[in-house]
């Protein structure tokens, strides 16, 4: 078994963070960024913190581009053993500033694991007064979507309305791939609250985001996500094991 912490976030904006912006190279050669331009990043006690408050960064006609204001990718793809386990622990927290209540789509932190080769995305989302676990195989720019499954592309949003949560609460998440078993399990402070069997790819191994996102419809070919609203979030170091 191996165990590795994944944080170092003082490093931040230093060559050799394990960390950078997230971004996707599009068709037309050019690469989106995912950078609110008046983000504030703060690193205090070990944690990353960033605000970006209102939004403004958005995309008229790709709706992945237009989600994400600003976001960080783990430099690593962290590999699953092959017929093994791995899984990914971290604290997160979320305040937001001038959303609708009761909307989490409208402004929320992310933590993210991401299969960039295959489309695969597991999530937790924190807003300022729900969370909600994501299980989904997207059209990522580059990704080449297994024909395998039901549907080549899905997403399924989960709210945990049974899980409280308050502006600015530290929830504690776990997310475990078992490419032996094809299952994923989601555990939010201490409890198993998702659990999918028979994931129909051998996923090999994952990116980590960190990310303050919107998931707002783009209407008519224009961007509605952002309305001078904006997001605090509050992410630990990551924790890492695998097992074989």
């Known amino acids: 078994m191996g165990e590795r912490i994944v944080g170092n976030f003082h490093r931040i904006f230093e060559p050799d963070s394990a960390w950078a912006i997230g971004s996707f190279l599009l068709p037309d050669g050019s690469r989106w960024e995912y950078r609110e331009p008046n983000a504030v990043v703060l690193v205090r006690n070990g944690w ?22 600003h976001m960080y990718f783990s430099k690593e793809r962290f590999a699953v053993p092959e017929g093994g ?3 990914f622990e971290i604290q997160v927290a979320a305040r937001t500033v001038g959303t609708r209540p009761g909307d989490l789509y409208d402004g929320y932190v992310s933590w ?22 994501v299980y989904g195989r997207l059209p990522f720019p580059g990704a080449r979507l297994p024909e395998t499954g ?12 049974d899980l409280p949560t308050a502006q600015g609460q530290v929830h504690a998440y776990r997310i475990t791939y078992d490419q032996g078993a094809n299952t994923v399990e989601f555990e939010a402070d201490g409890r198993v609250v998702d659990r999918y069997e028979h994931v129909p790819d051998r ?27 904006g997001v605090i979030g509050r992410w630990s170091p990551m924790r890492v094991v695998t097992e074989p």
């Open 48 to 69: 990353l913190q960033v605000a970006a408050v209102p939004y403004t960064r958005k995309h008229d006609r790709v709706q992945i581009l237009d989600n994400a204001k």
């Open 85 to 87: 386990r791995i899984t």
């Open 112 to 133: 993210n694991l991401l299969d960039l080769e295959t489309g695969w995305a597991f999530d937790f989302f924190t807003g300022g007064d729900t969370v909600a676990t």
């Open 150 to 161: 039901e549907a080549r592309a899905f997403c399924i949003f989960h709210g945990l309305h």
């Open 203 to 229: 996923i090999t191994g994952f990116t980590a985001a960190l990310g303050l996102m919107s998931e707002i419809d783009i209407e008519d070919g224009r961007s509605v996500s952002c309305h001078g609203q």
